[in-house]
């Protein structure tokens, strides 16, 4: 069974480290210097442990950017992106955020589109990858459409 806990940067900041170390700078190569930025502190982080263990994290962003969603390797098969993803379409929720935004690789525009995403910027490059931030109202945000967002 899955325990999730909705944190402070401070408070789980170790745990929130292991995940996004293992997927983003170990498995994707996104340097550390970029993975871990200013906006860690000032977010809402929502970590998923499987038997206390961290398998799953995410960020909500002041301004509604949700990023850095990362699930281990060994636990991509199960909903816990998908956990992730709600939890924090219901901080946004409770927030009264009126949208949320997403980045997505160019890889997965039309998915993005197919989705009922909207452009909300130029492509731009972001550790060697061409990447686009999309958004989307917060009541019609689907928690399926996870392509591994940073």
Request: aromatic content about 8%.
């Amino acid at each position: 069974m899955f325990h999730i806990e909705h944190n402070s940067w401070q408070s789980r900041c170790q745990d929130i480290r292991r995940v996004r170390e293992c997927v983003f700078v170990y498995e994707c190569r996104i340097p550390k210097t970029v993975e871990f930025d200013a906006a860690d502190p000032l977010s809402e982080h929502v970590v998923v442990y499987d038997d206390e263990q961290p398998i799953a994290t995410g960020r909500l962003c002041p301004d509604g950017y949700l990023s850095r969603v990362a699930v281990i390797p060994s636990k991509r098969k199960t909903q816990a992106a998908k956990i992730v993803i709600q939890h924090l379409t219901d901080i946004a929720k409770r927030k009264k955020m009126e949208k949320l935004m997403v980045s997505s690789d160019l890889l997965h525009v039309s998915d993005m589109l197919s989705q009922g995403f909207q452009p909300c910027s130029g492509v731009y490059m972001e550790a060697g990858v061409a990447r686009q931030k999309f958004s989307c109202p917060t009541h019609q945000f689907c928690s399926t459409c996870w392509v591994a967002w940073h």
